[in-house]
Structures are given as C-alpha cells and as structure tokens.
C-alpha cells in the first residue's frame, strides 16, 4: 500500500502574497486524498483523489508533436501505440492544448474505444504569454470549449492550467473562471504545472480545489525537494513529475558518451539542467552509478531513474514521453521493480555530491536574461489555432 508522507511544515520564501481573510474562491477541495493503490489492470493505478485512479505511469503526448519529432511517425502507427500502452494497463494520457494535434488524435483513440472511460486524458491549458494581460472570461471559456471539443468529451478528466508572468495580474481571473468551469461540470479536477511554491500555496490557501501539479522532477532536478514536495504533502497535493529521464539523457544511450553535438529543444531544455548540476561529467558519474544498480537487477539506466522518482513521496504518478518506439512492457516491468536499502542508501550518498539547480520551480525558466527561457516557446496556444 502506497500512501501519503506524514505532513511538514514549510516555509516559503519571500512570501509577500497573503491571502486575504476570507477566501475568495467558493469551491471547497474535493475530499481530502489520502493515496491508495488500487489494482485495476496489469499496470499499478493510484487514487488522486476517491474515485478517481490514474495509472502510475502516465503516457506524455508532447513527443508527437511535430514541433518536438521524437514520437511514433504516422497517426496509425500513434493509435497501435496508444491500444498498446491501455492493454497493458498504462490508461492516462497527459496533453495539453499547446501540444499541437495531441488532444485531436486523444479523441480520436478515445472515441475509438469500447468504453471510452477507460482511459484518463489530463489536459492543459496554457495562455499565450503575449497576451497574457488580455485574459478574459470569453478567452478562457473559449479556451476550454476548444480543448473539450477536441477531445469529444463533457468533461475534462484533470485540467492543468500555468501562469507565464506572475507579474501579469490575472491569477485569480484564471482560477475563478476554472472553478467556475469545474462546478458547471466542464473540469472534474483542476491542477496547475510549473507554478512556484508561493503562488500555489497562495491560490490553495484561498481555498483553490487543485489537486496536482506538474513540474520537472528527476534525479537530475529536484528542486522540487526545496519547497514544493513540503507543500504538497501539507496541502494534499499530488505531483506528477515531468522531465524523470531528462529526456532521454538518464538512459544507457548517453553512457561514456559525449555530449551530442545535435539535440531537438527536448533534449536541449534539459541539457541546460545537466549545465546547472555540474555538467556533462556529473550526468556521467550519475548513470555510472545508475548503470551499476541497474546491472543488479538486470535492468535499465531509465527504469532505476523512473523508479527512484515513483519512490518519491509526494509523486503520485510519473509522466513518461510516448518515444520513437512502444515501451509498454518495459513500464510493466518498471512496475515490479524494487530499489533495495542499498540502492537507496548508494543514490541518496551521490545525490547529497550533486548540485540542485537554483531557486523554486520554474525560477530559471522566467528568468528572462538566462538560457533556460530562450528555448520554451510561450505563444503556442495561438499559435495552434491556425489553420
Ligand atoms: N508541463 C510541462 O512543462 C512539461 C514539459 C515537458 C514534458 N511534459 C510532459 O511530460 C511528458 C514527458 O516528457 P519529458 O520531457 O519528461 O520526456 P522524458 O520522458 O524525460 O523523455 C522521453 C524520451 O526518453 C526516451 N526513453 C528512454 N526510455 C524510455 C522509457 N522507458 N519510456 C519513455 N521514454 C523513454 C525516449 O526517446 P526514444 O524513444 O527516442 O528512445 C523518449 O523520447 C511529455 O510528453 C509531456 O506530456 C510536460
């Protein structure tokens, strides 16, 4: 049985947000989630909250975005690897309006299935950072209509929302407007990704319903460890980690290698984090390591990092890109897999030599004079609407 860590007090820096007394959003949290295991197939499931069980592994869409060229090529070739991935249990998909064509071809497999509630779509919303200052109710409600039209449903299974510019007022529109969609039956739970601790606990404390949040997590990137995974235990937030292989970077491929002189923005975004850690030798003397414990248990370099971040506690599921290729029954066999005391204690003594990359979640990436945000493009929802 998986459950959630007892909670800890954190404290957050620089805190000048304060709720006012009384809250302002009307919606109370759905029931307190108290994580529980539930067996519904051959992959593990987790409860996000009653009633309501993803699978631990959930199967990433950005890959096949054009823009991104790592996924399978044609859509049949997606849809074959999509049935694969649910027949063996892996039924929640993550996508987001930004990721072009993701939520189409969701639908598309959704409305293909026998029981189209047998799978889990996350989605996101994502406002153009441009016009960020312009959000209004219509743009946002337009917004949602567009992502439920895509994906042919009622209702949003997890709809994940980020905010650009903190220094843009419009938060608090966003969020009331949500849980407005929410409590009409448009979104049945609500999340963000990529939020700082500050204005998540800011929105939660105001009494916001959200339940998860998605950041970059990894062996590689645990700034989340700073803050976030403290808030997330006392507030009941679930995290969902992106970025648990560093984009292909913690797998054997990169292994006594050098650094590769091509990379898509993928590898690039994350190639950055390995500069912030100490550089290509320390990405080297982390998979030695990885390698060795992977050799123990006759497995992979990914699968010791993808569970060492299922491991975590305040990771309810892990967020896995779809690759060039299926991997169903190796996320089958990362389910079995067991860390040992040993591979803890040999992990846990490595990462203590390892830098953690500066500031809160997301911090480099806003950080508009810095390298990490030259490569994140910030005006895909528009931009998406295109013919
Ligand atoms: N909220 C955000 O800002 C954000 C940002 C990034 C990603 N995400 C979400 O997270 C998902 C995952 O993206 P990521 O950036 O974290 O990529 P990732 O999962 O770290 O890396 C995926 C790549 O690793 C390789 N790989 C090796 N072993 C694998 C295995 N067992 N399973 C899957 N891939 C394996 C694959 O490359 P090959 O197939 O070429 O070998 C694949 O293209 C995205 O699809 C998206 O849904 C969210």
Known sequence: MWTSPAPTRIVVPDLELRAPASRRFATARPPSSHYRLVSVSDADHVELVPDYAISRVINGCWQLT????????????????????????FTTFDCADIYAGSEEILGKFRRSLPDPHSIQIHTKLVPNKAS?????????????????????????????????????????????????AQNAGKIRLLGVTNFNTKHLQYLLDDGASIVTMQAQYSLLDRRPE?????????????????????????????????????????????????????????????????????????????????????????????ILGIGSRSRAQQNVALDHLQLDDEDRQSIAAHLETQAIPPGDMYDLERDTDGPHTKIIKVNLQDANERP
């Open 66 to 89: 054009p823009d991104h060229g790592g996924g399978p090529g044609s859509e049949n070739e997606i849809l074959r690897t999509f049935a694969e991935l649910v027949d063996h249990g």
């Open 226 to 318: 700073r803050y976030m995974t403290g808030c997330c235990a006392e507030k009941n937030i679930s995290l969902l980690p992106y970025g648990v292989l560093a984009g292909g970077f913690l797998t054997d491929r990169y292994l006594g290698r050098a650094s590769p002189a091509t990379m898509n923005r993928s590898l690039q975004k994350y190639r950055l984090i390995i500069d912030e850690v100490g550089g290509w030798s320390a990405l080297q003397h982390l998979l030695e390591l990885l390698s060795g414990i992977a050799t123990k248990h006759d497995t992979t370099v990914d699968a010791i990092a993808a569970r060492w971040a299922l491991d975590q506690p305040a990771v309810a599921a892990i």
């Open 132 to 180: 960020l200052h312009e959000l209004n109710d219509r743009k946002i409600d337009a917004a949602l209509n567009r992502s439920l039209q895509k994906l042919g449903v009622d209702q949003i299974d997890l709809l994940q929302y980020h905010w650009w510019d903190y220094d843009v007022p419009g938060i608090d529109r966003l969020t009331r407007r949500l849980l407005h």
